[in-house]
Every structure is written in C-alpha cells, then in structure tokens.
C-alpha cells in the first residue's frame, strides 16, 4: 500500500483556528492508504464502525484524494522523493487506464498495462497504438494521469457532504474549503473539468456522469448506501463507514461479515491499516 | 443524521476516549417487596410459562416493574399507571382461586405490594439522580431513559426536584446531541442492547457515565465494544468502577415495547364501524411520543421522505410493511381525511360532488351487502357474477374509498350484478374512471409539492427531535414528517379513516 500522504487540515475550534485533531489526521491517512488498495486480483474491502459519523467519510476522501493526486512533477529534473511517489500512483493504476505519455513536444494517449518485475527493477507497461512501451522509475515522469477516473466516490447524504466539503468548518491551510481538495463533481461548475471525486445519493439511480467511473476507492457513508449499491463497483476498493449511533449499525456490521465470509485471503493476509483512535477497523482481501 | 461540527465531533472522540463508568444502585424497601413477590410467583409459575393465562397475567406486572424500574418518576405518577395495572390485573387474576388455587396466594400478594408501592408515593430513582448531581457538578448534565414517550416528563420532573437545567432524553435524541459532561443512564444495560442503543455505552456521551438502577439492575456486564468478528480496534476500554456480576432474571417480555395499549386504541376506533370499513393495519411508534396506525398490506403505498436521496427524489412512497425504526413518515396533520381526496376533489371542481355521490352509491351498496351475508359470502357471489380476483383482501380493497374501480372491468361488473347496478355499469365505471384520473393527478400534485418543500424546508427539527411539519400550498393542508421509532409485529383492524392519523401514546 502507499505510503501515506498527510493534507495540513484546520478547523474552527473554540473560536481559535487549530489543526484538526489527531483522529481525524488518522482518517486522511486511512483514506490515503485505502484508495487503490490492490493486490494481486484483489481489491481492500474495509469497515471502521465509529462513534460518530462526522467527517469520517469526508476526511478519508481527503486522503484519498491527495494520495491519487499526481504530484507536481518538475519536467526536466523531478526528485527522487517525486519520482518514487509517481512511480507508485502508477503501479497501483487498474490495467486500461488511460494515460498520456509525453515523448519530445509531442504526447500522446496509451494505456497502462501493469508493471514488469521481471528485470533488474521494475517497468511500467504503457501500450500505446501498435507498440507497447517500458519505463523505468527514472523515466516514469513522462506518464501523465490527467483526465483520469474519479480517486473517490462517496456514497452517502448529499447535503451533509455538502456543509462538511464547501463549508468553512474545516479548510486547508491557505483556508480553502475540503471542496478545494477533493474537487467534487457535484458541486463543479459545468466547465471545469478537473473532477477527482463524486457523490452518490444512498438511495436512486446511478446519474448518467458516473455510470462509467472506475474509483480508486469508494467510501460508503453509513448502511442505507452500502446496502443499496454494494452490487454495485466489486471492482473498486471500499471503505464503509459505520456509525455505532445508527439504527442501521447492526445491519451494516452484518453486511460486512457476509462480505467477510466471502474474502480472498486469510487474515494472515490481511491489509495492515491504522485504526483512528476510538474506532474499530475490519479489513481484507476481496476478490474483483 | 444531522451536519455536526469538527469541535463537536471531537468532544464525542474525546468522550469516549476517557470515559468513566459509575454505579449508584437504590434500594427501597416496598419496591424490594414487589420485586422478590413477583419473582417468588414468576419461579412458582415456571412450569406454566406457556399459558397464556399467565403469560399474558404475569405481563401486566412485568410491564410494570420494567416502568419502575427505568423511569425516574414518582411511584404514584399517573403516567406509570399502576393503579389501572393493578385493578387489569386484579381482573385478569380473578378466576385464580378456581383455576390455579395453589398460586392464587401469589398472585394476590404481588398485587398487595404493587398497591402498597404505589401509596408509598416513593421516587428513588430521581432521589438518586438529584443526590448525585451534588457530587457531579458540571455545566451540562443528562439523564437518559430506555422508555418510549417519558423523557418530557421526566425532564419536567427532574428539573424541579433538582431545580437544574438537567435534559432528560432518549438514546435517538442523545445521538443529535453535543457531548454531556456527566450522563446519568437509567435501567440495565440490556435494556438498551435489545433496542439497538448498546452504543450508549459503546460510543458514550458524556465522559462521565453513571448507571442508576435498582440494586441489581446496574451490576450486569456492560455490552463490548467489539463489533466485528476480525478487526483491530483503538477504542478505548471504559473505567467501571464495580463490575459484579449479576444473576440474570428472566426478563423475557420486560423491556419490549408494551404493545397493551394498542387494544384499547384499536376498540376506541371500532365502535360502532361497519366490518366492510375494517383494514388490517399495524401500529406505528413514532418521534415525540405519538403513534398512527398504517395499512398492513403490500398494496398500499405511504408517502416516506428519504433524506439521504437526491433533491429529485426525496419523497418516495413505499409499501408500508418496508417501513421500520428510522423511516421517516409523512403523515396528514391538519385538515383531516385524505390528502390525495382533497386535492382530487379540487382539481374535479363542480363535477366533484356528483362523481363522490357515484362513489358512495356503489361502496355503500357493496358495504351493505359485506355485513349482510359476510366476506366469504360477498366473495362467492362475486365470483358467480364471473370476478376471477375476488378475494378477501381484493374485496377489502374494493370497499375502501381509496379504490375508485378495480383493475380488470369484468371485476367491476360482477360487482355491479352483486349489488343492483348492472343497467348502470357503464356509467359508473366512466365515472369511476374520471375519479381515479383526478387522483392520480392529485398524487403527481402532492408529489411536486411536497418534493419542494423537503427540498427547501429546514430539516434540523426533524434530525434532532424526529418530527418536522410542512404546509402545502394550494389548500393541501399541513403535513408532518416522523421518524418511526418500533412497529407493531401484530395485525390488527382498524376503520380505513384512522389509517395515517397520529395520535399521542407512551409505551
């Protein structure tokens, strides 16, 4: 799994602007560690049942969202510490996505393959048209991952997500909302195109903007949603959150133990993920 | 669900990271008398825990102490109505002497000391909460109870024993709320595992639990905080301060919600109703202490508010048997009757009463025959006449003025043989066509209305106390959304007109 990448968060505490508390830091790193969760022909299937649901689902797409995000890649001499980052977002690419690879002026569309670990270090694998081609972690910073799918689709109440991502509760550091992070496409305007996540309602119909996302991780914000569109995107990491308040919780807990009951792996296996002070964290293997 | 701030959100983290748990348990000497009775008569009845003589005999007691025992109020407040028990029960009991003579003893003599408790106008629980408060003084204290429909009361209650600003909630209600500093939970843990609120002591809200309860009913083990069957948990352990634990009584239908009072509520709505007017319906718990009664039937389709759906499609009508804890209802609050008829009736105009006098014509006639020669009588009949759906849940729907015409013509016209009306067959069912054109209508106009008031309202009110009104415009009359709290597992039958309409009930 990655490595996880920390946003500098604030919030409005006591009328004294503070970064957010050590708990909710750990759900931007549990998010971070979950989205693209992969191994092998499996995908992170993980549940934390919580005290409250409060930013919960928000902060971990936070985290999934910076860890997806590519970094600003110096084109002609990009760190070490960069390039290793890239190179990871790469690996963890599902096979088909599309990327842009830049070759001189000149770039043009492939799609990744996997990664060759055959050789003496390990090789991204873009197929391109009529050719494939390999690149070492060197070379990886001419890949580009714009346009591609969503890092995080959140499956929960729209208008609870909406005051915790636009509101002014809690902003990043230069005091922008989580919105500024996350760049949701519920609340885009209609031109930009710089969408990173979503939102889908518990309850209805998949909206046409979503029926071909590939996310990097789904985050269900309670049952009711996690009932409704579990069928839905086995394909996708999951992170369900469940609210031990809820009159739901039990339910949710069941869902998840029938899921467990049907893992890839054995727990020896298990994805090593860092529980949030004051919740409970299930994780495993499933397959895709 | 309700948007809650990150420094609120902390507090809960912080809550339950240093959360101390204490046991103050009361005892007092004429509800210790109640308690070893019953339980002396409960052990001598073992055997006869089937029976539903007993079962039903030794509820009314049960019910009962569970009320004493979760309800910080005077003994002798009306609202725990232990004289109307004990006058049941002495009802209920008295063929003992010639059915069961050997028990008959027992028996009297619990209903002896639930008599005596009730004149002992004792209030141990709340003498605890108010004594505690001296030593647990904080900014903000609550008191949480296990029951339906007390927490007004006792807050009122406490409030003037304690002369304090103390809240007294549910566990729904405590779940909106920002963190106590000190919690008093009434009653026995398992009381509030077995209604889905074990998180009281999982996630607590307050970093100061302190468990008041009859000697005996604070020492149980409280529930664990591990939820999954494989998990890593960084939840911190609470601090009990005496973990004993305690022999388990039977509390088979103790803590449950006392169903009783449905009886009465049924009677009350039957007096005096023809049997053709009668739908199989379930009652239905619902926020801020009411109650209404809702079509059991697949069939029927109750308008609920679906908060978590997108703003398109907040209001969703369902069968009502998929309504359970947590659905939110929209049920008629002001201008009686039925909405969807009202506005049917408005859209209709002029042409409205001629078409209404057709309606009652037909479901009088047919009604008139249901208490003549029976359902099943009816149902014959109508089958002779070449219906091929009548049945009995088909004929009730046919009585009901919801049903304007059935689905298939031939059925309609068997029920116009049935009842005089074959030479004006066509007629009617025209009729009965533009009537049900005007309904639908009608519910598309409702629909929209009210998809844009659960657009626009406020829905703190109904986040944080289970209950919101609406208005409709356009002479819809007023709407109230609640949160259903438990339903009824029993089927009663109730007059079509009482279905939807709220009314107040503890339990």
């Known amino acids: 799994m990655g490595k996880p990448v920390v946003v500098e968060l604030w919030y409005a505490g006591n009328r004294v602007r503070r970064r957010i508390p050590a708990w909710a830091e750990a759900f931007v790193r549990l998010g971070a560690s979950a989205a693209g969760a992969f191994q092998d022909r499996e995908r992170l299937v993980a549940a934390a049942a919580v005290p409250t649901r409060a930013y919960a689902a928000t902060l971990v797409g936070v985290g999934a969202v910076a860890a997806r995000t590519p970094a600003a890649l110096d084109d002609e001499k990009p760190s070490t510490e960069a390039l290793e980052s890239h190179f990871r977002l790469l690996s963890s690419l599902r096979p088909g996505t599309t990327v842009t690879v830049r070759s001189g002026r000149t770039k043009n569309v492939g799609t990744f393959?996997?990664?060759?670990?055959?050789?003496?270090?390990?090789?991204?694998?873009?197929?391109?048209?009529?050719?494939?081609?390999?690149f070492p972690k060197s070379g990886c910073h001419n890949i580009s991952l714009r346009g591609r799918s969503l890092s995080c689709l959140f499956v929960g109440r729209v208008n609870i997500f909406e005051a915790e991502m636009t509101g002014s509760d809690v902003v990043t550091r230069d005091s922008m909302p989580l919105d500024s992070v996350l760049k949701v496409g519920r609340f885009a305007a209609r031109r930009d195109h710089d969408i990173r996540s979503d939102i889908l309602p518990a309850a209805g119909d998949v909206p046409a903007r979503l029926r071909e996302a590939q996310p990097d991780l789904i985050v269900f914000d309670g049952t009711a949603g996690f009932r409704h569109w579990r069928e839905n995107w086995r394909n996708a990491p999951w992170?369900?959150?469940?609210?031990?308040?809820?009159?739901?919780?039990?339910?949710?807990?069941?869902?998840?133990?029938?899921?467990?009951?049907?893992r890839a792996s054995e727990q020896e296996d298990a994805p090593a993920l860092e529980p949030p002070p004051g919740t409970e964290l299930t994780a495993f293997w499933s397959s895709r | 669900?309700?948007?809650?701030?990150?420094?609120?959100?902390?507090?809960?983290?912080?809550?339950?990271?240093?959360?101390?748990?204490?046991?103050?348990?009361?005892?007092?000497?004429?509800?210790?008398?109640?308690?070893?009775?019953?339980?002396?008569?409960?052990?001598?009845?073992?055997?006869?825990?089937a029976d539903e003589y007993w079962t039903t005999g030794l509820r009314y007691f049960r019910r009962r102490r569970y009320f004493i025992q979760s309800t910080p109020l005077n003994v002798s407040d009306p609202a725990l109505e232990l004289l109307a028990y004990v006058a049941r029960a002495r009802d209920h009991f008295s063929t003992c002497g010639s059915l069961y003579p050997e028990h008959a003893d027992g028996v009297e003599q619990v209903c002896d000391a639930l008599m005596d408790l009730l004149m002992s106008r004792i209030d141990p629980l709340s003498d605890a909460v108010v004594e505690a408060l001296a030593t647990y003084d904080r900014d903000r204290v609550g008191v949480v109870v296990p029951t339906f429909g007390f927490d007004k009361l006792v807050q009122r209650h406490l409030r003037l024993r304690a002369e304090s600003e103390i809240d007294a909630?549910?566990?729904?209600?405590?779940?909106?709320?920002r963190p106590y500093d000190v919690l008093f939970v009434i009653?026995?843990?398992?009381?509030?595992?077995?209604?889905?609120?074990?998180?009281?002591?999982?996630?607590?809200?307050?970093?100061?639990?302190?468990?008041?309860?009859?000697?005996?009913n604070v020492r149980d083990r409280l529930p664990s905080a591990k939820a999954f069957g494989e998990s890593v948990t960084a939840v911190a352990p609470v601090h009990d301060d005496a973990l004993v634990e305690a022999e388990l009584e039977d509390v088979s239908d103790e803590a449950g919600v006392d169903w009783s009072f449905m009886s009465g509520e049924v009677a009350r709505r039957a007096v005096g109703v023809s049997t053709a007017d009668l739908v199989d319906a379930r009652l239905y718990l619902l926020a801020t202490g009411c109650a209404a009664f809702l079509a059991a039937s697949e069939e029927s389709r109750v308008p609920t508010l679906e908060p978590d759906a997108s703003e398109e499609g907040r209001v969703v009508y369902v069968p009502a048997p998929e309504i359970g804890p947590g659905s939110i209802v929209l049920l008629r609050s002001e201008g009686g009757g039925d909405l969807i008829v009202a506005v049917a009736d408005a859209i209709l105009g002029t042409a409205a009463d001629p078409l209404r006098a057709l309606q009652e014509a037909w479901k009088s006639r047919l009604r008139a025959l249901v208490d003549e020669r029976g359902v099943a009588g009816v149902v014959a009949e109508l089958k002779?006449?070449?219906?091929?759906?009548?049945?009995?849940?088909?004929?009730?729907?046919?009585?009901?003025?919801?049903?304007l015409r059935t689905d298939d013509e031939q059925d309609f016209l068997a029920i116009m043989r049935a009842i005089g009306l074959e030479g004006e067959a066509a007629k009617y069912w025209t009729a009965m066509g533009r009537l049900d054109r005007a309904h639908r209508r009608a519910g598309r106009e409702i629909r929209e209305q009210l998809e844009e008031q659960a657009r626009t309202a406020d829905l703190t009110a109904l986040e944080e106390e289970g209950r919101a009104d609406f208005s409709l415009p356009q002479g819809g009359?007023?709407?109230?959304?609640?949160r259903v709290e438990e339903v009824s597992p029993e089927v009663v039958a109730v007059p079509y007109q009482h279905l939807g309409d709220p009314f107040e009930a503890r339990a």
């Open chain 1, 113 to 134: 393959e996997g990664v060759e670990s055959s050789g003496r270090e390990p090789l991204v694998v873009i197929k391109q048209k009529g050719f494939r081609q390999m």
């Open chain 1, 239 to 262: 992170l369900v959150i469940l609210d031990r308040t809820s009159v739901h919780f039990d339910e949710g807990v069941q869902l998840i133990e029938e899921e467990f009951a049907e």
């Open chain 2, 1 to 49: 669900v309700k948007f809650i701030p990150l420094e609120e959100a902390a507090d809960v983290y912080v809550s339950g990271s240093a959360c101390e748990v204490h046991r103050i348990g009361v005892q007092a000497a004429a509800a210790s008398t109640l308690f070893e009775r019953l339980r002396d008569l409960e052990r001598a009845v073992s055997d006869l825990r």
């Open chain 2, 169 to 177: 909630v549910t566990p729904r209600d405590l779940a909106m709320r």
């Open chain 2, 187 to 216: 009653g026995r843990p398992w009381w509030y595992v077995g209604k889905r609120w074990g998180w009281v002591y999982t996630a607590p809200r307050a970093s100061a639990l302190v468990m008041v309860g009859y000697e005996g």
């Open chain 2, 384 to 403: 002779l006449h070449g219906s091929s759906r009548a049945n009995r849940s088909n004929l009730a729907n046919w009585c009901s003025p919801r049903s």
């Open chain 2, 477 to 482: 009359g007023a709407l109230t959304a609640f």
